[in-house]
């Protein structure tokens, strides 16, 4: 289709391909969302149960170094140090829980801003220009077509056209889109060829 | 690890951009250097970009589970 430059058929299909692309597009920031948030609440509720042991084994720790108080008043010696181990180990695992909140909770946000752009700008602005403007060009094509099937059938018999004659009843794809071209009122580049 | 979201959004990439690759070598003009200069390029190049934040995201997510269950270790 020397004249066109474009398949319709293939114009088309990238027309749908955009439409189902911005469609699953949405899908898959869903699922993004989802799959943070959803670990963010595990986090959360392992942040709440580690913070609940910590606070026990420092009751405990307290408890024990009392104790040790008492038992040291009397000459004796009571070792807290496995109470002060489990303390230690259960501040660390909260604070390994806040360090993996966090780092979620920032990765989160930076992948959001870029995320809510491409939404914003191309998916919901930009990529509707660009299936109306393929639907204008498939408009255009097809507009160029019938007028080439129209004049199909205008030669009398056995009339064979000059180039310069074939071509100036052919408005080329580029007039048609810029609206040089209306449709019924095509006119010969040349009046003196008549119509 | 995989992420649900990344692979999607991968597979949809290649999907839109199988259809281009048919379309792009046969259509020229002027109408196809503005499409290709006012909307392809630039989605491709957001696309890009986004995969590539949800490679990050990914990584973070695993370092985040890794985290959460060395819990069950303790």
Sequence with gaps: ?195 | MTMQAEETSAENWRALQDVWERVEPDWRGPNAEHFARHFWDRLEFEVQRHLHELAGLRWALERARERLMAENDS
């Design chain 1, 1 to 195: 289709m020397p004249d066109l430059h474009a398949n319709p058929e293939d114009l088309a299909a990238l027309r749908n391909a955009l439409l189902r692309f911005a469609e699953r597009q949405q899908e898959a920031f869903a699922q993004a969302e989802a799959e943070v948030q959803a670990l963010l609440r595990d986090i959360a509720e392992a942040l709440a149960a580690a913070r609940a042991r910590e606070r026990l084994l420092n009751e405990r720790a307290q408890q024990c170094h009392q104790q040790a108080a008492y038992v040291a008043a009397a000459g004796g010696w009571l070792d807290c140090a496995p109470a002060e181990r489990a303390l230690a180990h259960a501040e660390r695992r909260v604070a390994q829980l806040i360090r993996a909140q966090d780092m979620l909770a920032r990765a989160w946000e930076t992948y959001h801003s870029r995320q809510s752009y491409l939404r914003d700008a191309e998916l919901e602005r930009a990529l509707p220009r660009a299936v109306r403007y393929l639907e204008a060009v498939l408009n255009g094509v097809e507009a160029y077509l019938a007028v080439r099937l129209d004049r199909a059938d205008e030669p009398p018999e056995g009339f064979i056209p000059s180039p310069a004659q074939t071509q100036q009843y052919q408005p080329t794809l580029d007039e048609l889109l810029t609206k040089k071209h209306v449709e019924g009122e095509l006119r010969p580049r040349n009046p003196e060829h008549g119509v």
